[in-house]
């Protein structure tokens, strides 16, 4: 089995224990983050301990570390499991608070990091692209934290007990009042007429690390980026369609609503430009001022 960290020190996963009391076991008070490994760097590494930072502040949960005490812990996880290139969890959750509400905040979270090996090929995902499928269950998140990654994820979980061959089809939550929203683990972009397209932050939906950088990528590449309100036949009648997360990067969607979608030009743009940035960067904003390289 695998070695992780509990509360700052290494662990076998099966030895890991955590109280009956936690309050992110009881009540769901935790953010947690996952991020991708290029040959040990933890790429955008920063912008996933802001948004966890963030969402642990919303939540009155102290953040347990600094970026630089994260680092290390990763670090040693990184060379006691000998994995370079690989996806990494970090959870915080409120800690032992004994039964019922009794916190008004939460001095003694509890931490982990999960470490595992990239379960694909780098680039397999992009060429073997995803399908996508409409789901019922509204984007829904509780208790106004929509942009943060809580422990709470029960909204995502229905949605995916709706698809049968996730995660080669994706999920796509709408609004309550039927916009796009995001899929079930990604966020969503479209190209129209040479556009880049992404729902905005106000349909409810994850503010993510790597829809974030793509939207600065696509910026430094000299494309047009337009957030906004769209709707599934904006998203039928798109040119090219792709999803993002941190560890899957940017996948094509082939197929939609029974149409192809075979010529992803600008995607593929981007998808080069972005390998070219993933052992460098530890922020999207340490793109502003680089000028591109003709």
């Known amino acids: 089995m695998a ?26 008070v935790g953010a947690f983050e996952t991020l991708r490994l290029y040959e040990g760097h933890p790429f955008l590494l920063d912008d996933h301990l802001n948004r966890l930072n963030e969402g642990l502040k919303r939540m009155s949960v102290r953040p347990p570390y600094t970026t630089r005490e994260w680092e290390r812990q990763i670090g040693e996880l990184t060379e006691r499991n000998h994995l370079q290139n690989a996806s990494v969890r970090i959870t ?10 009794t916190a008004s905040s939460y001095e003694r979270p509890s931490t982990m990091i999960f470490i595992r090996p990239l379960p694909f090929e780098p680039g397999e995902l992009f060429h073997k692209g995803k399908r996508l499928q409409v789901v019922s269950v509204p984007r829904q998140a509780p208790g106004g934290v929509e942009k943060y990654k809580t422990s709470n994820y029960l909204n995502s979980v229905l949605a995916r007990q709706e698809v049968e061959d996730f995660p080669q089809t994706e999920g796509v939550m709408l609004t309550p009042d039927g916009a796009l929203a995001e899929g079930i683990v990604s966020n ?10 992404t729902p905005s932050l106000e349909s ?5 690390v790597t829809r974030h950088w793509v939207m600065e990528l696509a910026g430094y590449l000299g494309f047009r980026v337009k957030e906004g309100r769209y709707t599934l036949e904006d998203l039928q009648q798109a040119d090219e369609i792709f999803v993002t ?6 996948v094509p969607v082939y197929e939609f609503s029974g149409k192809p979608k075979r010529n992803p030009v600008i995607t593929q743009r981007l998808y080069e430009a972005y390998q070219t940035f993933t052992t460098r960067l530890r922020s999207a904003g340490e793109l502003r001022g680089r000028k591109l390289k003709q």
């Open 245 to 250: 997360n941190s560890v899957q990067e940017m």
């Open 92 to 101: 915080v959750t409120g800690g032992a608070e004994g039964l019922g509400l």
């Open 3 to 28: 070695i992780m960290m509990l509360n700052g020190c290494l662990v076998r996963e099966e030895e890991a224990v955590v109280s009956v009391f936690d309050h992110g076991l009881l009540y769901g």
């Open 188 to 197: 969503l972009f479209f190209v129209s007429g040479g556009v880049l397209h």
């Open 204 to 208: 409810g939906i994850l503010a993510g």
